[in-house]
C-alpha cells in the first residue's frame, strides 16, 4: 500500500492534528470535572452574580442628570490650581493682617 503523495504533503498537519487531540484527550482525563469546580466556587459565582445586579439596578434607579457644571470639571479645578476654601483663608488672612 502506497501512500499517495498529495497526502504526503500534508503529513506535518497530521502529525501535529493527531499530537494535540491526544493532548486533549489527556487533559479530559486528568482534568476534574465542571461539577467540582462548580460546587468549590458557588459561592463566588452567586456574590458576583448579585453585584452585577445590584450595579444594573442602581444605574437604572439613579438618575443621571447633572446639574451646575460639566462633570468633573469641579475636580480638575481643584487638581489644577487652589481649592476655593484655601483662597478665601488667604484673602481673609491678608485683611486681618492689615489691622
Same mark, same amino acid.
Do not use: N
Given at each position: 500500500?502506497?501512500?499517495?503523495?498529495?497526502?504526503?504533503?500534508?503529513?506535518?498537519?497530521?502529525?501535529? =492534528?493527531?499530537?494535540?487531540?491526544?493532548?486533549?484527550?489527556?487533559?479530559?482525563?486528568?482534568?476534574?470535572?465542571?461539577? =467540582?469546580?462548580? =460546587?468549590?466556587?458557588?459561592?463566588?459565582?452567586?456574590?458576583?452574580?448579585?453585584?452585577?445586579?445590584?450595579?444594573?439596578?442602581?444605574?437604572?434607579?439613579?438618575?443621571?442628570?447633572?446639574?451646575?457644571?460639566?462633570?468633573?470639571?469641579?475636580?480638575?479645578?481643584?487638581?489644577?490650581?487652589?481649592?476655593?476654601?484655601?483662597?478665601?483663608?488667604? =484673602?481673609?488672612?491678608?485683611?486681618?493682617?492689615?489691622?
Amino acid at each position: 500500500m502506497e501512500i499517495s503523495p498529495k497526502l504526503l504533503k500534508f503529513k506535518a498537519h497530521f502529525v501535529i =492534528t493527531i499530537f494535540v487531540s491526544l493532548v486533549f484527550a489527556f487533559l479530559l482525563q486528568v482534568a476534574p470535572q465542571f461539577i =467540582t469546580i462548580l =460546587t468549590y466556587f458557588w459561592p463566588l459565582f452567586i456574590s458576583t452574580a448579585l453585584f452585577l445586579v445590584l450595579i444594573l439596578v442602581f444605574g437604572k434607579i439613579t438618575p443621571t442628570e447633572f446639574y451646575g457644571d460639566k462633570e468633573g470639571e469641579g475636580i480638575m479645578e481643584y487638581v489644577a490650581g487652589q481649592p476655593e476654601y484655601l483662597e478665601e483663608s488667604e =484673602t481673609l488672612e491678608m485683611k486681618s493682617e492689615d489691622f
